[in-house]
């Protein structure tokens, strides 16, 4: 049997308090209850629906698959990158690339 992801699992939680909050505003509707906070918490739980199902993913970290910045070190650093390497990864001249 097939694994939810996270975000199925997430989806379904927020669709479970969403249709409970929707049981909820009918009976406060049929009670002549207004309360402003309620329709403010019915509205955050509809962005993030909406919010979720925008995502492709929702677990994921910020810096998922970000790559280091190496390229500050061979930029800057002399001892680091010699004049003919730094031509032959950035193609220009590091005297250049700094003006």
């Known amino acids: ?6 975000r199925q699992k997430l989806l379904r939680h927020v669709r479970g308090v969403l249709a409970k909050r929707q049981s909820s505003a009918l009976i406060r509707e049929l ?14 739980w509809e962005l993030e629906h909406e919010r979720i199902q925008a995502k492709r993913y929702t677990a994921r970290e910020a810096n998922y698959r970000k790559r280091k910045k190496r390229w500050r070190k061979m930029l800057h650093n002399r ?3 010699s004049d003919t390497a730094f031509l ?9 690339f700094l003006i």
Do not use: Q
Request: hydrophobic share 25%; no cysteine.
């Open 31 to 44: 009670l002549s209850d207004d309360d402003s906070d309620e329709a403010d918490l019915d509205e955050f």
């Open 1 to 6: 049997m097939p694994r939810s992801s996270s």
């Open 88 to 96: 032959k990864y950035f193609r220009v001249k590091r005297s250049d």
């Open 79 to 81: 001892a680091h990158t």
